[in-house]
Nanobody, 121 residues
Framework: VQLQASGGGLVQPGGSLRLPCAAS????????MGWYRQAPGKQREMVAS???????VYGDSVKGRFTISRDNAKNTVYLQMNSLKPDDTAVYLC????????????????WGQGTQVTVSS
């Protein structure tokens, strides 16, 4: 199973970006998909998560500005980021947890390679 994140880039403060992350491979179902971020010199931070029934959780620093969604048919999770601030600058990593393979094996967790988001004027 591979996770491919994209959509990062340079954006001005107050701007918006949308990050998709698509999971591919032997996938029967994915329980949990989410986004974390890692800024230089800081601990990895949970940004947002969503379960396969649509329940969401957001980090305190992004509540009201970011929205997570997913397309189960496409095994894809999206992060809509609005009102971006310089403090949002980080590498954004997507994660898929509780991934059940088509062969009925045990569930596993996977991380994507990350996409850089830079918020600067």
């Amino acid at each position: 199973v591979q996770l491919q994140a994209s959509g990062g880039g340079l954006v001005q403060p107050g701007g918006s970006l949308r990050l998709p992350c698509a999971a591919s491979g032997s996938i029967f179902s994915i329980n949990f998909m989410g986004w974390y971020r890692q800024a230089p010199g800081k601990q990895r931070e949970m940004v947002a998560s969503i379960t396969n029934d649509g329940s969401t959780v957001y980090g305190d620093s992004v509540k009201g500005r970011f929205t997570i969604s997913r397309d189960n048919a496409k095994n894809t999770v999206y992060l809509q980021m609005n009102s971006l601030k310089p403090d949002d600058t980080a590498v954004y990593l997507c994660v898929a947890a509780g991934v059940r393979p088509l062969n009925g094996g045990p569930p596993s967790n996977y991380w994507g390679q990350g996409t850089q988001v830079t918020v600067s004027s």
